[in-house]
């Protein structure tokens, strides 16, 4: 087995697991009320929060060109956050969402100068759920420029892909069913 493979086979055990850790936790402890529950093949919502070192605006822009939905950027000469920071921060985002049916995406460029953030595949987006049609199409637009470390194919516990894209942000895909 390819190291490549192992480590995209480690990521969906972790994503298992941690999935399963989460849905044993009390209804109140959920932070967000509007959570959605999985039922069936709808998806369950999740908000990821990313940080760029300097890329979010294009990220996101690039998000939103795969998913489609409202895109809504703040920079830090436009937040309150404008008088306590640096002048080299200014035009850094300090919050960006993107909301398109289901897909909740946040994000903001890396902002406190005194630590340096640490690069690596630390966050995992999950898409699971819907039709194989849609998840394909998802794959591919997300696949522009990207490092593909599963392609997307069926295995024994349904259609499973999984990439890096171009942003260096890692990507898993599931649905339940081809057809």
Known sequence: MGKANEVSRRCFVASVLSTAAFAALPAGSVADPGMQKMRGNEMTTLTPYLLFDGSCHKAMEFYKSCFGGELTVTKVKDSPAKG????????????????????????????????????????????????????????????????????????????????????????????????
């Open 84 to 179: 306590s920071m640096p002048a080299v921060q200014q035009e850094k985002i300090i919050n960006a969402r993107l909301r398109s049916g289901t897909v909740d995406i946040s994000a903001s460029d890396w902002l406190m100068l005194e630590r340096t953030p640490i690069r690596g595949n630390t966050v995992c987006l999950f898409l699971s759920g819907g039709t194989f049609e849609e998840l394909k199409a998802l794959f591919e637009k997300l696949s522009e420029s990207a490092a593909v470390t599963d392609p997307l194919k069926d295995q024994f516990f349904g259609t499973y892909g999984a990439l890096n894209d171009k942003f260096g942000v890692r990507w898993m895909f599931h649905a339940n069913k081809k057809a």
